[in-house]
């Protein structure tokens, strides 16, 4: 297995641990965030599928997807896409529901940020993942952001865990 493959493949891997974790959020509570937790679960998923495809676009050089973002309007989404600027990192859940994809959407357009994520990784040549990219206020080689990328992923699933907990959603485990 190449780096390429293996990067691609625990990408989509993390895809299939978070999902188990998404189970039960739908749009009675995708936007609820209950105190002391930092976002909810639309947001989670927007900030998500926003960061991986940033990832991707250093690889294969396309834009966001326009019918799964609008770009940096600050004042929130819609119903189908997830606004750039309002599920940034910094940026401040709001409980709109107008404002975030419904459920459905947030975990389809977070589904093909994975995809997306994964192929960019596949598809790339070892320069591409040598060459050092800018992550937050450091410099690292780009084939690192797959990991990082994983790690982000999983974080958020701990996350929904506590968000589980919070709402009484019981144990995935049950």
């Known amino acids: 297995m190449t780096r ?3 990067l691609a493949a625990s990408i989509r891997e993390s895809r299939m641990l978070l999902m188990r974790y998404a189970k039960g959020f739908d749009d009675t509570n995708h936007v609820v965030q209950p105190p002391n937790l930092p976002n909810h679960f639309a947001w989670s998923m927007g900030h998500m599928a ?3 495809h940033r990832i991707a676009e250093r690889l294969d050089g396309k ?8 770009k940096g309007v600050g ?5 189908q896409q997830f606004d750039t600027e309002s599920v940034s ?15 459905a959407q947030c975990t389809a357009i977070f589904s093909n940020a994975i995809d997306r994520c994964a192929a960019a990784f596949e598809a790339a040549t070892d320069v591409q993942l040598d060459a050092p990219t800018k992550w937050g206020q450091v410099e690292v080689p780009t ?4 990991v990082r990328m994983v790690f982000h992923n999983g974080l958020h699933t701990g996350q929904f865990a506590d968000l589980r907990r ?9």
Not at 64 to 69: G, N, Q, T, Y
Not at 89 to 103: F, G
Not at 166 to 174: D, H, Q, R, Y
Request: proline fraction near 9%; aromatic fraction near 8%.
């Open 166 to 174: 919070a709402l009484g959603m019981g144990s995935i485990f049950a």
């Open 50 to 52: 926003l960061t991986m």
């Open 89 to 103: 990192m910094n940026s401040v859940p709001t409980s709109d529901s107008k404002l975030y994809p419904r459920a």
């Open 143 to 146: 084939w690192s952001t797959g």
């Open 75 to 79: 004042g929130g989404g819609n119903t």
């Open 4 to 6: 390429q493959q293996l």
């Open 63 to 70: 834009p966001l997807p326009e019918a799964d973002f609008v």
